[in-house]
């Protein structure tokens, strides 16, 4: 008996603590303010586990929501994964005499169990003397990015526009988590006080952000940017509930999220509540009977079907089912072919018409017209490809075809009607106002016969942005040869190095002083260096590339190029001139003498910038010590020397110290043919000198200002960069 009791005892206390569990949430408040609070987030007592803690605020007016016991405002909560907060800008401020103002320069967001949303945000620096770095955990790892932006004066800036000139964003990866934001200035915005006297930085929901000038002048302690977060469920919990089923969240975030099955609507962590079909919108064409989960249709009496629309629909008993489809096939077949063939005239004329506004608003008339005015074999003479020839030759631009994608475009391999292979650039966007220049610049690279340039074979002007056609280079990348070594190619021998620096470097000299109109390459790096069969080198790229005027030695431009092969003297002055393409071409032989990439994050702080990591090491004569122990043994040491004491030579800091291309391609070609030579030792007052002078250039000359010039240096490398081939 007493047993008895116990059990009946047991069986009464469960009956009243079930019903308890789902009373307390039907007692929970779900608003805070103007915000409604869905479950599984809750205030105290009221959610599914602690990162869910909503905590409101009544001090505000109206209250505000806080996520858990934090000061990250909650703007919105969504049932398919979002949690949007309002967030505050990292800020870095000076006077105009160049003295810190007091601000955050750094602005942390620990979110140990949610993760800033990739496919929502993006990480924007504004100012127009200013980089930041974004640092956080992804995967367990820390992960570093950042981003700068840089404008001489107010005219470069451009309003809507984020592209590095008064602002810069980047994406974030997916699974980044506990970030912090850190603001800095390279000069502390003296140059610029005037109009832009911060650098901000912060993430933001992308599609809630419009970039405009206003930003640079003041952006105050209180400003709120949007921003958007992502939560889910742990696998540890079963969060579905009634009528709910689990499914994977995108961007590869960890966890579940709940949503309602077919037929059923409300909140899947609550309990999902049948559809009254019936009462909204059907297919039935008549009677309307609702089932959990679904509905039926049926017909009236006389008629029979399935009663649905886009079914059998209901009949009536008595017609004859065959004479009315019959007739309704043979309307429907004359139907479906008149509207076929007026279609397809239609399409036809209108593709016709697309192609021709395409070809004249691309500079078609102005580039067959120059064609026609110019002498020289066919071999030699730019085509017009069609879109179709094109279009056949990649079958129709088939993702296999792809060969690289850099910041100008994707590149396809082609094969043309005559069997010849082709790489087929198409750009991702075109300048409408620099059409004419554009078309002066196909005429000119299609006449340029150097065998260590690649030969632009025509362009295509009937597609909305041009195609531009070049012969295709079989053998790869010099980047591919020097880096990635790994992937089974062989390696690079000390010979075949110094013929392609002559090679290249005879190219540029080319391009320089030989060309009709001389070409700036402007963006001269390893990526953009190819190799045939026989590893005969091959400039391309010249989607960057400049003609300079006859009467004219340097162009105002935006800065554009590759971070790491940057000349420092164009960075800071925006005036390009070919002393840029003899830097860049100082990187890529120093690339040639170590084996090691032009920039690279993933060394210690003193060896990222490759060009003042090799020039430290020859000011303190371990030049051998970061050479390629295979170069040091293959070449001789003369002759090893004598090329890293031109390659410093390239990379003076005054482009006017720098030697000409045609000077540097002569000393290369020399030592190319010269078996046995004397070479001199390398001066070391000289290299001394040559050192001290990228110190003064920035205004000082002491060992502790040689270090700061260094971390200037440094900070302008933030961003990574494609390789724009």
């Given at each position: 008996?007493?047993?008895?009791?116990?059990?009946?005892?047991?069986?009464?206390?469960?009956?009243?603590?079930?019903?308890?569990?789902?009373?307390?949430?039907?007692?929970?408040?779900?608003?805070?303010?103007?915000?409604?609070?869905?479950?599984?987030f809750?205030f105290?007592?009221?959610?599914l586990?602690?990162?869910?803690?909503?905590?409101?605020?009544?001090?505000?007016?109206?209250?505000?929501?806080?996520?858990?016991?934090?000061?990250?405002?909650v703007?919105?909560i969504?049932?398919?994964?979002?949690?949007?907060?309002?967030?505050?800008?990292?800020?870095?401020?000076?006077?105009?005499?160049?003295?810190?103002?007091?601000?955050f320069?750094?602005?942390?967001?620990?979110?140990?169990?949610?993760?800033i949303?990739?496919?929502?945000?993006k990480f924007t620096?504004?100012?127009?003397?200013?980089?930041?770095?974004?640092?956080?955990?992804?995967?367990?790892k820390?992960?570093?990015?950042?981003?700068?932006?840089v404008c001489?004066?107010?005219?470069?800036?451009?309003?809507?526009s984020?592209?590095?000139?008064?602002c810069?964003?980047?994406?974030i990866?997916?699974?980044l988590?506990?970030?912090?934001?850190?603001?800095?200035?390279f000069?502390?915005?003296?140059?610029?006080?005037?109009?832009?006297?911060?650098?901000?930085?912060?993430?933001?929901?992308?599609?809630?952000f419009?970039?405009?000038?206003k930003?640079?002048?003041?952006?105050?302690?209180?400003?709120?940017?949007?921003?958007?977060?992502?939560?889910?469920?742990?696998?540890?919990?079963?969060?579905?509930?009634?009528?709910?089923q689990?499914?994977?969240?995108?961007d590869?975030?960890?966890?579940?999220?709940?949503?309602?099955?077919?037929?059923?609507?409300?909140n899947?962590?609550?309990?999902?509540?049948?559809?009254?079909?019936?009462?909204?919108?059907?297919?039935?064409?008549?009677?309307?009977?609702?089932?959990?989960g679904?509905?039926?249709?049926?017909?009236?009496?006389?008629?029979?079907g399935?009663?649905?629309?886009?079914?059998?629909?209901?009949?009536p008993?008595?017609?004859?089912?065959?004479r009315?489809?019959?007739?309704?096939?043979?309307?429907?077949?004359?139907?479906?072919?008149?509207a076929?063939?007026?279609?397809?005239?239609?399409?036809?004329?209108?593709?016709?018409?697309?192609?021709?506004?395409?070809?004249?608003?691309?500079?078609?008339?102005?580039?067959?017209?120059?064609?026609?005015?110019?002498?020289?074999?066919?071999?030699?003479?730019?085509?017009?490809?069609?879109?179709?020839?094109?279009?056949?030759?990649?079958?129709?631009?088939?993702?296999?075809?792809?060969?690289?994608?850099?910041?100008?475009?994707?590149?396809?391999?082609?094969?043309?009607?005559?069997?010849?292979?082709?790489?087929?650039?198409?750009?991702?966007?075109?300048?409408?106002?620099?059409?004419e220049?554009?078309?002066?610049?196909?005429?000119?690279?299609?006449?340029?016969?150097?065998?260590?340039?690649?030969?632009?074979?025509?362009?295509?002007?009937?597609t909305?942005?041009?195609?531009?056609?070049?012969?295709?280079?079989?053998?790869?990348?010099?980047?591919?040869?020097?880096?990635?070594?790994?992937?089974?190619?062989?390696?690079?021998?000390?010979?075949?190095?110094l013929k392609?620096?002559?090679?290249?470097?005879?190219?540029?000299s080319?391009?320089?002083s030989?060309?009709?109109?001389?070409?700036?390459?402007?963006?001269?790096?390893?990526?953009?260096?190819?190799?045939d069969?026989?590893?005969?080198?091959k400039?391309?790229?010249?989607?960057?590339?400049?003609?300079?005027p006859?009467?004219?030695?340097?162009?105002?431009?935006?800065?554009?190029?590759?971070?790491?092969?940057?000349?420092?003297?164009?960075?800071?002055?925006s005036?390009?001139t070919?002393?840029?393409?003899?830097?860049?071409?100082?990187?890529?032989?120093?690339e040639?003498?170590?084996?090691?990439?032009?920039?690279?994050?993933?060394?210690?702080?003193?060896?990222?910038?490759?060009?003042?990591y090799?020039?430290?090491?020859?000011?303190?004569?371990?030049?051998?010590?970061?050479?390629?122990?295979?170069?040091t043994?293959?070449?001789?040491?003369?002759q090893i020397?004598?090329?890293?004491?031109?390659?410093?030579?390239?990379?003076?800091?005054k482009?006017?110290e720098r030697?000409?291309?045609?000077?540097?391609?002569?000393e290369?070609?020399?030592?190319?043919?010269?078996?046995?030579?004397?070479?001199?030792?390398?001066?070391?007052?000289?290299?001394?000198?040559?050192?001290?002078?990228?110190?003064?250039?920035?205004?000082?000359?002491?060992?502790?200002?040689a270090?700061?010039?260094y971390?200037?240096?440094?900070?302008?490398?933030?961003?990574?960069?494609?390789?724009?081939?």
């Open positions: 008996m007493g047993f008895l009791a116990l059990l009946m005892f047991v069986v009464l206390i469960s009956s009243i603590v079930a019903p308890a569990a789902t009373q307390n949430r039907s007692r929970c408040s779900d608003r805070c303010g103007n915000l409604t609070i869905p479950y599984p809750g105290d007592g009221c959610y586990s602690p990162e869910f803690l909503i905590t409101c605020n009544d001090s505000f007016s109206p209250p505000q929501p806080f996520l858990r016991k934090s000061n990250i405002k703007t919105n969504t049932l398919d994964g979002k949690l949007e907060i309002a967030t505050v800008a990292a800020r870095d401020c000076y006077n105009q005499s160049g003295a810190h103002q007091p601000g320069r750094r602005h942390i967001l620990n979110l140990s169990n949610f993760t949303s990739k496919s929502r945000n620096v504004i100012g127009c003397d200013s980089y930041a770095y974004l640092e956080g955990f992804r995967h367990g820390l992960y570093k990015s950042g981003c700068m932006s001489a004066e107010r005219g470069f800036v451009d309003d809507n984020c592209s590095g000139s008064g810069c964003q980047t994406e990866p997916d699974g988590y506990r970030s912090k934001v850190s603001a800095r200035s000069n502390n915005h003296t140059n610029v006080s005037n109009f832009n006297p911060c650098t901000y930085a912060f993430i933001v929901e992308d599609s809630k419009n970039f405009s000038f930003y640079l002048q003041n952006i105050s302690n209180t400003t709120e940017f949007p921003m958007v977060l992502d939560w889910s469920i742990k696998y540890n919990t079963s969060a579905c509930k009634d009528h709910a689990s499914y994977q969240p995108p590869n975030i960890s966890g579940y999220l709940c949503k309602c099955k077919t037929g059923y609507q409300g899947p962590y609550v309990g999902c509540q049948d559809i009254d079909e019936c009462e909204n919108e059907n297919d039935c064409t008549d009677k309307c009977t609702n089932t959990n679904s509905y039926t249709c049926s017909c009236p009496k006389g008629y029979h399935d009663g649905r629309k886009g079914g059998k629909g209901c009949t008993n008595q017609l004859s089912l065959v009315i489809i019959l007739g309704i096939g043979i309307g429907f077949t004359a139907l479906v072919v008149t076929s063939w007026l279609y397809l005239v239609f399409r036809k004329r209108k593709l016709i018409k697309l192609k021709e506004k395409f070809f004249r608003q691309n500079g078609g008339a102005i580039l067959q017209q120059k064609l026609s005015r110019r002498e020289g074999t066919p071999d030699h003479t730019a085509k017009i490809f069609t879109a179709e020839e094109l279009k056949k030759a990649t079958d129709n631009y088939d993702e296999n075809t792809i060969i690289g994608k850099g910041g100008f475009g994707t590149v396809y391999k082609g094969i043309l009607t005559d069997n010849r292979l082709v790489a087929i650039k198409k750009s991702i966007t075109v300048d409408q106002n620099q059409i220049q554009f078309i002066n610049e196909v005429v000119v690279l299609s006449q340029i016969n150097h065998k260590n340039v690649v030969r632009l074979l025509g362009c295509c002007l009937e909305p942005v041009p195609l531009l056609v070049y012969e295709f280079i079989t053998n790869g990348t010099l980047f591919d040869h020097i880096h990635n070594e790994s992937n089974g190619l062989p390696a690079l021998s000390w010979h075949t190095r392609i620096a002559a090679e290249m470097a005879g190219a540029l080319y391009l320089h030989a060309a009709s109109v001389p070409i700036i390459h402007r963006d001269v790096k390893t990526t953009n260096i190819l190799l069969a026989d590893y005969t080198a400039v391309s790229d010249f989607g960057a590339s400049r003609l300079v006859l009467d004219e030695t340097q162009l105002s431009t935006m800065m554009q190029g590759t971070l790491g092969y940057l000349d420092p003297e164009y960075l800071l002055t005036q390009l070919d002393k840029s393409d003899v830097y860049s071409f100082g990187v890529i032989l120093v040639l003498l170590t084996s090691m990439k032009a920039l690279c994050f993933d060394r210690p702080e003193e060896e990222r910038s490759l060009a003042m090799f020039l430290s090491s020859v000011k303190r004569g371990k030049l051998f010590e970061v050479l390629d122990s295979r170069i043994n293959q070449g001789k040491e003369e020397e004598e090329v890293a004491r031109l390659a410093a030579s390239c990379l003076r800091l482009g006017e030697p000409s291309m045609k000077e540097v391609a002569m290369l070609e020399g030592l190319r043919m010269v078996e046995v030579h004397t070479w001199p030792q390398v001066n070391p007052e000289e290299t001394e000198h040559l050192l001290g002078e990228q110190c003064n250039d920035f205004g000082h000359g002491d060992d502790s200002t270090s700061a010039s971390d200037s240096m440094k900070n302008h490398v933030i961003l990574s960069v494609g390789d724009g081939r």
